[in-house]
């Protein structure tokens, strides 16, 4: 099925009754030269940029839930390429062009919204590694201006510029940033890939994998065996648990992060703010919620659920902020489980097993990833190699000490 | 979550730092043959278990002590709160 005005206008004297599903619900087949383990956006981004860019057609993507109902639909919906280092800064500039061009690209309404993202900072030193920051996007063709008090008054007038502990003396401020409608991502990619021969195959938990003489050669489902010639793992928060099927321990602990939603309120926050002496970043949806989040809750957990204290700590951010938001009341929150590097970047590597292929480690950082990601990992999957842009995000780089550690923090999962 | 201080009773987790994997109290010995693999290991690679996970707090708001607590990663139940003193008598470090 394609979208177009046409189909819009005749559902609509139609009463919207035939309308054809988003994708199809195809049966399993035999064999496919590359299996997809996790449908979520990376794994669909990937699937779709492989029948599209790279010209493989026989390809599945395996969900052992249903599409969306994972980290792609759990996450602030936040795009923005604001790195300092040029391993990450390049890639996540590369994610930032693709999304400016996805609605296009995937015949889908994902509410592409580049609304501008402003990190406020609250000192000098501060202001120095931000500007440092900033020269480093521009140095990788992304766009960054530093905002003084006066400019963000004029856009923020309600943040709180009188807090004597934390007073803001300006931001870092990226126009391209914005949001995204994180669920029609998924819909979207799915939409796309499925109409380029991708089956999407919901409730498809894979058990094992199956190995021949160091080579994987197929996967043990919940919907019986499949033979494959590649598989693709982007199973995000559970990579750990998937990988240890194939013996393997990973650089990774799995942590939750949680975010929030208020109640519905009129127009008043026009962008997306970061407060830079705690954790927490706030935009506000096109239905009015304020969509907001801050730190992981920093305990191994599997659970998508998280703990009173940090619902305290993001709030009293939100606070010190803009007061004004103690006035809305939380309507819902949610966690999604993250799979935390030991450098805070992410990997994106064939393993020591031939045929297997790794995407994992993307921190709480993953959804602004995820058309490089797919890209990325898909030309890892068709061509052997890396892409130029992902060439750092290598597994063994943790053996080797060429660490992608952003926030200078070390092997401290949680901090990052 | 509140954690069962073996001294103190319950606490609020608030007071606490967490640290990991548990596994971080066998350090590897730095002139074995293979220290180079083994520290690789102990400093970068997690078995991050769904289930029980044993880990490292440090009771840093409190007594300064630390814990290793023996916690459900899928439910976040906890099921025994050890000290590390202990622990590291009984592994007989």
């Known amino acids: 099925m394609y979208y177009n005005w046409l189909k819009l206008i005749k559902e609509g004297f139609n009463n919207n009754s035939a309308w054809e599903k988003t994708w199809r619900n195809p049966e399993l087949k035999k064999k496919y030269d590359v299996i997809i383990i996790g449908g979520g956006g990376h794994g669909l981004a990937t699937a779709f940029y492989l029948a599209k860019e790279f010209n493989i057609k026989n390809i599945a993507v395996l969900e052992k839930k249903w599409i969306g109902g994972g980290n792609v639909g759990r996450n602030t919906t936040i795009i923005r390429s604001n790195y300092l280092l040029n391993q990450n800064e390049a890639f996540y500039e590369f994610s930032l062009k693709l999304w400016e061009n996805l609605e296009k690209e995937i015949n889908y309404n994902a509410m592409v919204s580049q609304r501008g993202v402003l990190n406020v900072f609250h000192s000098d030193a501060q202001r120095d590694s931000f500007i440092r920051r900033g020269n480093g996007m521009i140095l990788n063709g992304a766009d960054a201006e530093l905002f003084d008090i006066n400019k963000i008054k004029s856009i923020y007038p309600f943040l709180d510029f009188q807090n004597a502990r934390f007073p803001i003396k300006g931001g870092l401020f990226q126009k391209r940033g914005g949001t995204v409608r994180h669920d029609a ?77 208020s109640e519905s309120l009129k127009p008043v926050i026009p962008g997306v703010i970061t407060y830079g002496a705690g954790h927490f970043y706030i935009s506000q949806s096109d239905k009015g919620g304020l969509v907001f989040g801050g730190d992981i809750d920093g305990y191994n957990s599997y659970a998508q659920r998280g703990g ?61 990833a995820t058309p490089a990601s797919g890209w990325c990992f898909a030309h890892l999957l068709a061509k052997g190699y890396s892409h130029k842009l992902s060439s750092n995000f290598r597994l063994d780089r943790f053996k080797n000490g060429y660490l992608i550690d952003e926030k200078g923090q070390g092997a401290q999962p949680n901090l990052h | 979550m509140i954690i069962e201080h073996p001294l103190l009773g319950p606490r609020d987790i608030h007071e606490f730092v967490y640290v990991g994997d548990a596994s971080l109290l066998n350090r590897p010995k730095w002139d074995s043959k293979d220290a180079e693999q083994k520290f690789y290991e102990y400093m970068y690679l997690r078995k991050n278990p769904a289930g029980i996970h044993q880990e490292l707090w440090f009771h840093q708001q409190g007594d300064r002590s630390w814990l290793v607590v023996s916690r459900n990663t899928l ?10 003193s202990n622990i590291v008598k009984e592994m007989n470090l």
Not at chain 1, 194 to 199: A, C, E, Q, S
Not at chain 1, 314 to 322: D, R
Not at chain 1, 338 to 359: A, E
Not at chain 2, 77 to 84: A, C, H, Q, S, T
Request: glycine residues 12%; contains cysteine; negative net charge.
């Open chain 1, 185 to 261: 991502v998924a819909w979207g990619y799915a939409h796309a890939a499925d109409r380029l021969g991708v089956d999407i195959i919901q409730n498809c938990e894979v058990t094992d994998f199956k190995f021949k003489s160091g080579r994987c050669i197929g996967l043990q489902t919940n919907q019986g065996y499949i033979e494959a010639n590649k598989v693709g793992c982007a199973v995000a928060g559970s990579s750990s648990l998937l990988m240890s099927k194939a013996n393997m321990t990973l650089p990774i602990e799995s942590h939750v992060l949680q975010a929030f939603v």
């Open chain 1, 308 to 368: 009173m204290a940090t619902i305290e700590d993001v709030c009293e951010g939100g606070m010190a902020l803009m007061p004004m938001i103690g006035k809305s009341r939380l309507l819902r929150m949610w966690g999604g489980i993250m799979d935390m590097s030991m450098d805070g970047s992410p990997i994106i590597d064939k393993t020591h097993i031939n045929g297997l292929y790794l995407n994992a480690g993307w921190c709480y950082g993953g959804f602004k």
């Open chain 2, 75 to 84: 439910t976040h139940e906890i099921v025994k709160v050890d000290l590390v």
